[in-house]
């Protein structure tokens, strides 16, 4: 069959991309029935807008089968329309919308609410849906996980004139104590105290000096700005 125009090749191309996809698709948290009307409510609620139609003569056909309502275009059904699935995806992680199913087996419709989320893994038991709940994460979690630290104590592992300060916990016991001691003397020479116990490390290169004098108090500026005229505008601003 001959292509004689951009829409059949467009077309062409669809038809093609979808019927020669990967046999492993994505698993999504939502039944390709429910497509419809998720869209609907998607629509209803504005948090999308239907795509510009590359197609006009092909708008409202609606009782063709490989009719899609999104692209309102004849290429693929509303129920395999991937992109409309991954848009509600990214909506779903961005926490506009919750996916929710109701407890009706039958039907296993999704709708969209707020609230807490509540995911949904579809089962190969006729269609039914397994519900877990998720709770929200405690406020000390939103600033990045909280590292506990023991106290520690000093401790010096020199065998010679030079000191070895090093630190242990201050929580162990009296014989974990020593027995941690007496490890880390047996394996001194793994750790380094100056640059000069580092091979082949030139201490020239190591060793950052600044040009400040000797003896001279250090004295703090005033913070610099650039352009501090501009300042009451970009608060206004």
């Not at 506009?96 to 407890?103: E, G, Q, R």
């Not at 070895?164 to 880390?184: D, H, M, N, V």
């Not at 750790?191 to 400040?212: C, D, R, S």
Request: charged fraction near 30%; hydrophobic fraction near 35%; proline fraction near 6%.
């Amino acid at each position: 069959e001959s292509i004689d125009s951009w829409e059949q090749l467009e077309r062409e191309f669809l038809n093609r991309f979808y019927s020669t996809r990967r046999t492993e698709q994505k698993v999504y948290l939502f039944l390709d029935a429910d497509m419809p009307k998720m869209l609907e409510q998607l629509l209803k609620l504005q948090l999308i807008e239907l795509p510009e139609c590359k197609r006009p003569e092909e708008m409202g056909k609606v009782d063709d089968p490989n009719y899609c309502k999104y692209h309102r275009i004849i290429s693929h059904p509303i129920q395999k329309c991937f992109v409309l699935k991954e848009l509600i995806m990214k909506l779903a992680k961005e926490r506009k919308i919750d996916l929710n199913f109701n407890d009706v087996v039958q039907s296993n419709i999704a709708t969209f609410s707020y609230g807490l989320p509540i995911c949904m893994s579809p089962t190969t038991k006729q269609g039914a849906n397994t519900m877990l709940m998720v709770d929200e994460a405690p406020p000390a979690l939103e600033d990045g996980v909280q590292v506990t630290v023991d106290e520690l104590k000093e401790t010096d592992l020199r065998t010679t004139e030079e000191p070895r300060p090093t630190f242990i916990s201050a929580l162990l016991t009296l014989e974990e104590g020593e027995g941690y001691l007496k490890l880390l003397v047996e394996y001194k020479d793994v750790f380094a105290w100056t640059y000069k116990e580092m091979l082949g490390l030139n201490p020239n290169i190591a060793l950052h000096h600044l040009t400040v004098k000797k003896g001279v108090c250090p004295v703090k500026q005033a913070q610099r700005r650039f352009r501090p005229e501009l300042i009451p505008q970009i608060e206004i601003e």
